[in-house]
Nanobody
Framework: QVQLVESGGGLVQAGGTLRLSCAASGRSWYTMGWFHQAPGKEREFVAAINWSGGSTAYADSVKGRFTISRDHAKNTVYLQMNSLKPEDTAVYYC?????????????????WGQGTQVTVSS
């Protein structure tokens, strides 16, 4: 059974930090990503990382604040979020694709987690 399970969301004040985790089971993934979706908006790319961790990509809005990483031993991907802003408030989704290439479109990802809520208060 393929499964991606996110955790780590919550309520934090502006300027604070959170670390999201995505535990994968069912197979070894090649490229994994994080997306977010605010109420009434489209799901948007946040960050992605390839199998080796040597290639990453970030949305302009999070560059310098967020860091994506992965732990193969735990089959887990992390999103470290620093200097959080109210506009980062959204449901954050983990996604996976069975290819080596880091891509940023949601349609390029086949597997999705259930999402975890991140709320940043001003």
């Amino acid at each position: 059974q393929v499964q991606l399970v996110e955790s780590g969301g919550g309520l934090v004040q502006a300027g604070g930090t959170l670390r999201l985790s995505c535990a994968a089971s069912g197979r070894s993934w090649y490229t994994m990503g994080w997306f977010h979706q605010a109420p009434g908006k489209e799901r948007e790319f946040v960050a992605a990382i390839n199998w080796s961790g040597g290639s990453t990509a970030y949305a302009d809005s999070v560059k310098g604040r967020f860091t994506i990483s992965r732990d193969h031993a735990k089959n887990t991907v992390y999103l470290q979020m620093n200097s959080l802003k109210p506009e980062d408030t959204a449901v954050y989704y983990c996604a996976a694709r069975t290819d080596w290439v880091v891509l940023t479109r949601k349609d390029d990802y086949k597997y999705w987690g259930q999402g975890t809520q991140v709320t940043v208060s001003s």
